[in-house]
Every structure is written in structure tokens, then in C-alpha cells.
């Protein structure tokens, strides 16, 4: 039974919102999975490339998880072009490409034996965007077209989840960003089917 290992932020994680709990992909997979595949995942929200790259080993280590890993799932971007009142992306692109190339290398060095994915960012409702806390579409597809120049050379496969779920919003989107459980169910389907298992 192979060992796959999920690296993500709220779309993967999902959130809670008043006590209403939003299922990202994770958890879909593992329940899709059961008997099939063993899916770990950290209990958290892995955020921004850089949060990404320090904590990686410490979830390695609270989940208990040795190198025979499989696969491992990875997303990382929304948090990256995230522009707080009206700034720039929180992880300027060059930087991004940077630490793209630092997080592969982290995963390489904790699961040598790993099989690396990684799914492109997901898009926004464009017209729900603004204020103060805020993402482009334009952002997301620059960022996931460098995502793919960087990582495909070193032997990354690449998941486009961006469009796979463009044609979602709005049926299935919780909010401006985020999915329902039926959405991130159908993310998760289509995860599944790209993975080697």
C-alpha cells in the first residue's frame, strides 16, 4: 500500500469559519483512498512557500513518518500572491521561483524516495476580490506559469487544478477563494486520477 503525503494550503486543508468546517481536498482523499492508499497530511494550514519550507520537517517528525513516503501531493501560491491594502504579492515572483526550488529540494531531503507532485494555485471569483486582503487572477497565472518553468525540469509532475477549477465557481465555491466540500470532493477526484498509485 503506497504512503502519500499532502502539503497545502486552505484548499487542501479546508477552515472553519463559526463553527461551519469547510473539507478542502485532503480530506476527500483520504477518505477515497482508505484501503487503497495511507494519506497523511499536517493538521494546519500550510500557507506561504516560506512557512512551507520551515515547518516541513517538524510535520514530518509530529506524524511520525518515515522515508519510505510514496508520493508527495504539494501546493503552495495562493498565499504567495496575496496582496495585503493594496501592496504587492506577499512573495514577490522571483522569490516565489526561489522558493519553489528550496521546498523541492526540503522534500527530496525528508522523502528521497518520494514521487513529487505539484498542483497549480486555484483560481478566485475575480469580481469578489478587493480591499484589503486580496488575490488577482492575473497573479495566480503568472505565478503557476513560473511554477511550471521551475519545476518541471527538476522532474515535478504537474496537476493543473487551476483548470480544472475554473469551471467550479460559483456552483461550488464556499466563497471568493475557497470551495465546498462537494467542490473540493471533485478536486480531489481529479488529484487522484494523476497520481501514480
Known sequence: MKKIFLIGDSIRF????????????????????????????????????????????????????????????????????????GDEPFTPIEQYKEQLVRVYKRIKLLFPKAKIYFSLSTPIIQEQAGGDFSRDNKDIEEYNKEAIKVLEPLGVEIIDLYSKAKPLQPKYSKDWVHYTSEG??????YIIEKLDI
Open 14 to 85: 479546508g477552515f472553519d469559519e463559526e463553527k461551519d468546517r469547510n473539507l478542502g481536498y485532503g480530506y476527500h482523499m483520504k477518505q477515497k483512498l482508505y484501503g487503497k492508499a495511507e494519506v497523511y497530511y499536517p493538521f494546519e494550514n500550510c500557507r506561504f512557500l516560506m512557512y512551507t519550507l520551515r515547518y516541513l520537517g517538524e510535520w514530518k517528525a509530529q506524524l511520525g513518518l518515515g522515508d519510505d513516503i510514496d508520493i508527495v501531493h504539494w501546493n503552495n501560491g495562493l498565499w504567495d500572491v496575496l496582496r495585503l491594502y
Open 184 to 189: 473540493a470532493e471533485i478536486l480531489a477526484d
